[in-house]
C-alpha cells in the first residue's frame, strides 16, 4: 500500500458509536468514514478503498453477514472486524469462519480496538507485499523470458506449452549450463500450479543418507542428530512442484524409495510409521544419459520410465549460434537494470567472436563473461579487444595458414571437420549444426575419402 495515511471504514447504525470511533481513530493518525448501513458501506468502500473495515454484526437491511460475504468476493483483500454483542458471540465465531479478521464485543475498550486495526492493516501490507512478490517471480520465470528464436529453441517453446498444463512428470535433459532449472520454473509459473511452492534440490550436493532425509523427512530422533522431526520437501512442495536436479547422480536405494513415491503418491518419514499422501509435481533434470545408466545399471529402468513421461532436451549454445546476440543483448539490458546504468553495446567484431567461441559452459558461461565485461570494462561500447583471451583468440577461423588460400570445397571440408571435433564426433549433433541431415553428412565424408585416394 503506497497510502502513507491508513484509512478505515465504520459500519454501525447507532451515530453515536460511529462518531466515537471516528474521533478516537482519526486521533491515532487513521483517516475514518463512516456508514451507517451495508449499502452505504460498499458505496464508501468502492469510493475511498479503504485499508480495513469495522462492521456492527447487526443492522436492518444489508447487515453485517451480508456485507461480509460481498467483501469477500468483490474486495476480499480488504479485512474485516466484526462488531458484536455478547449474545452474538456465535454469530461472530460463523463471520470469522466466513472470512472475517476477528471481532470484538461490545462494550469494547478502543485501545484495543486501535490494537486490532494496526493488526490487520499489517496483515493486508503483507498479503499484498506477498502477492507483489509472486507477481515478479512468476514474470521473472514465465517461459517468455527464456530467450532465443532458434530452430532448437523453438521446439523447447512449444514443449513447454504443452507440458506446463500437464500434471505429469517432466524429465529436463540438457549439458550443464543450458539453463535446466530455467525451464524447470517456467513450465511450473506458466501452469496451474503456479501458486504453489516451487521446490528446488540438486541431488549431487547432498550425500544420500541426508538427501533421503531431505526429501521425505525424519521423525525425532530417527537417528544421530535428529533433535526434532522435519518435513520433507515432498511435503514442502504439495500443490507445487518438486525440482530433482542432476537426478542421474542419485543412488540406487534411493531411487528405488523416490520410485515407491511416485507410484503411490505417499511419504514416511525416516523413523516414522505414518505415511502421508503428497500432491506434488515432479520436474527432474540431469547432464547425464540416462539410457546408457540404464544399460550400465547405475539408474533404474523402471525408475527413468515413470520419470520420462515428457522429456524436454535442452541444445547446447554451439548448436543454437544465432541466439547469442539475442542472449547478449538479454544479459547487458539486465545488467543495466539491476544497476541503474546505460546498456552497454557490442561491436560487430566482438558479436564475431563470440559466435565463433566454444562455449563449454553454455548459457551460464556466456552469461558470466557479459557480466564480468559490463563490471570491469569502462566504455558504453565492448569490442573483441575487450573479451577474455580464448573468446578474442577465437575470432579469425585457424583451419588455414597465413597466405593460404584454400578452394571452397577443401574449406567445406575443413569446417566439417572442425564442427565434428567440437562435437566429440557425434554426427547428429554436427549435422544440426551444420545445417544437414546425417545422410548428407555421411555423402560428403565419402567423397573426401574417395577425393584422397
Not at 483483500?77 to 479478521?101: H, K, L, N, W
Not at 563473461?369 to 559490463?374: A, D, P, Q
Not at 567440437?422 to 544440426?432: E, F
Request: glycine share 8%.
Amino acid at each position: 500500500m503506497d497510502k502513507e495515511r491508513k484509512s478505515v471504514v465504520i459500519v454501525d447504525d447507532e451515530k453515536d458509536m460511529c462518531d466515537l470511533v471516528v474521533d478516537f481513530l482519526g486521533g491515532a493518525g487513521y483517516e475514518v468514514e463512516a456508514a451507517h448501513d451495508g449499502r452505504e458501506a460498499l458505496e464508501v468502500v468502492k469510493r475511498s478503498d479503504p485499508d480495513v473495515v469495522i462492521t456492527d454484526l447487526r443492522m436492518p437491511d444489508v447487515d453485517g453477514m451480508d456485507l461480509l460475504a460481498t467483501l469477500r468476493s468483490e474486495r476480499p483483500e480488504i479485512p474485516v472486524i466484526m462488531v458484536t454483542a455478547f449474545g452474538s458471540i456465535d454469530r461472530a465465531i460463523e463471520a470469522m469462519r466466513a472470512g472475517a479478521f476477528y471481532f470484538v464485543t461490545k462494550p469494547f475498550k478502543l485501545r484495543e480496538l486501535e490494537a486490532l486495526v494496526a493488526k490487520a492493516v499489517e496483515q493486508r501490507r503483507l498479503m499484498e507485499e506477498n502477492r507483489r512478490l509472486r507477481r515478479e517471480v512468476q514474470d521473472r520465470y514465465d517461459f517468455k523470458q527464456i530467450v532465443g528464436h532458434s530452430k532448437a529453441m523453438t521446439e523447447v517453446f512449444r514443449l513447454v506449452r504443452l507440458v506446463a498444463d500437464s500434471a505429469s512428470n517432466v524429465l529436463i535433459l540438457g549439458a550443464s549450463g543450458t539453463g535446466k532449472e530455467l525451464v524447470a520454473r517456467a513450465i511450473h509459473y506458466s501452469g496451474p500450479r503456479a501458486t504453489g511452492p516451487f521446490v528446488p534440490i540438486n541431488c549431487s550436493a547432498i550425500p544420500e543418507g541426508l538427501l533421503e532425509s531431505e526429501l521425505f523427512g525424519h521423525t525425532r530422533g530417527a537417528f544421530t542428530g535428529a533433535y526434532q522431526a522435519r518435513r520433507g520437501l515432498f511435503v514442502e512442495a504439495s500443490g507445487g512442484t518438486l525440482f530433482l536436479d542432476e537426478i542421474g547422480d542419485m543412488g540406487l536405494g534411493l531411487q528405488a524409495k523416490l520410485l515407491r513415491v511416485l507410484q503411490d503418491r505417499v511419504v514416511r518419514p525416516i523413523g516414522g510409521n505414518k505415511a502421508s499422501s503428497v500432491d506434488a509435481r515432479v520436474i527432474v533434470a540431469t547432464n547425464r544419459d540416462l539410457k546408457q545408466a540404464v544399460k550400465e545399471g547405475t539408474f533404474r529402468e523402471d525408475l527413468y520410465y515413470r520419470l520420462s513421461v515428457l522429456p524436454v532436451r535442452l541444445p547446447l549454445l554451439s548448436e543454437r549460434v544465432e541466439d547469442i546476440p539475442l542472449l547478449v543483448d538479454h544479459f547487458l539490458r539486465r545488467h543495466a537494470e539491476n544497476t541503474g546504468t546505460k546498456p552497454k553495446r557490442v561491436t560487430p567484431r566482438a558479436m564475431d567472436a563470440l559466435q565463433r567461441r566454444a562455449w563449454d559452459g553454455n548459457v551460464r558461461e556466456l552469461e558470466n563473461i557479459m557480466e564480468r565485461l559490463c563490471v570491469l570494462t569502462r566504455s558504453d561500447v565492448l569490442d573483441v579487444e575487450d573479451l577474455p583471451v580464448a573468446a578474442a583468440q577465437e575470432s579469425a577461423p585457424d583451419w588455414f595458414g597465413p597466405g593460404e588460400f584454400p578452394t571452397l570445397r577443401d574449406l567445406e571440408r575443413r569446417y566439417v571437420e572442425r564442427v565434428l571435433a567440437h562435437m566429440g564426433g557425434n554426427k547428429d549433433r554436427a549435422a544440426r549444426v551444420l545445417g544437414v541431415n546425417r545422410r548428407t553428412l555421411y555423402r560428403m565424408q565419402d567423397r573426401w575419402v574417395d577425393e584422397r585416394r
